[in-house]
């Protein structure tokens, strides 16, 4: 199982990013997926889930209509677009082989996604 994460940057308060995950070495397709973060001296903290078809979709309280998931089955990828950001979502965002973030479940190295201006 391989996930690798990219698209984090520094960027400015109310700007966007979007975040890709790419998967390998598992059937994509058949898997529910989130994205999950944590900053820095605080928890994993779950953000959004996608179930194996993209029927499915969650997000945290926390996201406010700001980030959309979505997923691309026949590319094996997982994104999650942000906007609106806010210095609050300063973290390293990962993304798990799961709906709900379980830290037991399978998580790329992360992408840092910084909001400061």
């Known amino acids: 199982v391989q996930l690798v994460e990219s698209g984090g940057s520094w960027v400015q308060p109310a700007g966007s990013l979007r975040l890709s995950c790419a998967a390998s070495g598992f059937t994509f397709s058949s898997y529910s997926m989130s994205w999950v973060r944590q900053a820095p001296g605080k928890e994993l903290e779950w953000v959004s889930g996608i179930s194996s078809a993209g029927t499915n979709i969650r997000y945290a309280e926390f996201v406010r209509d700001r980030f959309t998931i979505s997923r691309d089955n026949a590319k094996s990828t997982l994104y999650l677009q942000m906007n609106s950001l806010e210095p609050e979502d300063t973290a390293m965002y990962y993304c798990?082989?799961?709906?709900?973030?379980?830290?037991?479940?399978?998580r790329g190295q992360g992408t840092q996604v910084t909001v400061s201006s």
């Open positions: 798990s082989r799961d709906y709900w973030g379980d830290p037991s479940s399978p």
